[in-house]
DNA sequence: GCTTCCATGTAATAGGTTACATGATTTG
DNA sequence: CAAATCATGTAACCTATTACATGGAAGC
């Protein structure tokens, strides 16, 4: 999904300005889910208008820039409901973490352990963001989509938790007290 | 994290192909969590030999292209290491579908309904891939990948079947039977 | 006084995908 | 007999990010 069609999306909950849709994304119920930045959406904000898909009325204001407020046409919602047929793109999960814990005998124990307890603080973060969001008044697909957030990060913070030493105790592979196998290494 | 960094990574487990080091990017432990097309490996690597980051070697085979074999030098592996110790990007986790969950009302029921179950199909197919692949000889590091896709595309899976009623139930917001506030909307 | 919020927009750049070209051999 | 596997590579294209430009008001 380009950011055009997510833009269109939101505006079918009602009308906004570019800045209130890129706050939307970061703060919305899909705040983990989507991205994009103002150098995307002012640009698909003005092709959307070209092709009538929204129409947009400018306000005056005092020292900024005139406020645009967006509003979907009829056009555009007959569009976006089309596009909610075609077949959703795959969910795609990347993880620059994951694919460097492969190499955890590269660095040092004290660089993997910090390295996790960065990951797991991050997902903190995020679990106790959408717990805050999950108290406002929600809509039932906001719920849907926050609650999901919440599932699957906290499992993630139990996972590290409990599977960190399968990276964590790669120096010392057999166990320093009574060890069977010690004597060849010594 | 871009490709060339990947691929060297991945050289570190020993030469390879352009070609192998794709399928290690669709088959192998971090599978579900990075992506590369040849289009951008094969540049990676040349660019990669011309900083000195790894060698390469030409098999002449019979009716295909040379093999070309590269190799990481002591100068790539150092880059690397280096790499390792920078923060690491975040992780990212888009899913069209959940946008989409979020306009559940503007869909059929069936339509969501099928949209789900595609999903839980989908994670169902990646658990049982990972579950095949945790079965041949891993390393502690690929084991703690794998079984951290396991886990979190597990808890997906349940977290989809237990809340699915949130986006499928929108149109009898009141249960049909005995229900008190039904007079309004008859 | 500094930072954040509000508010839009453009241009340079980076990065990657897709599609194409080539072609034998193996598998179904 | 068709499709997938092996094997590399290029070029067109697309999309988005980053950084910049502008600048007042409000909060800390």
Redesign the pocket.
Known sequence: ????T?CLGLLTFGEA???????AFEDGAFRSFI????????????KLTEDGHVT?K??V??????????SITDAGKSFFKDALQETPQEDKFRSEFLFWMTFSDLMSASRVSGLIDNQIAQYQTKVEELRQLSKTGLQDGEKFVVGFGETIFTATIEYLKTHRHLVEDQFTTEHPLHGGAMAAAE
């Open positions: 999904m380009d950011v055009r997510a300005t570019g800045y209130e849709i890129k706050k991205d994009a930045s103002f150098g995307s959406i002012y640009p698909a904000l003005n947009c400018a306000m204001q005092d020292g900024r820039p005139d406020k645009k407020i967006y």
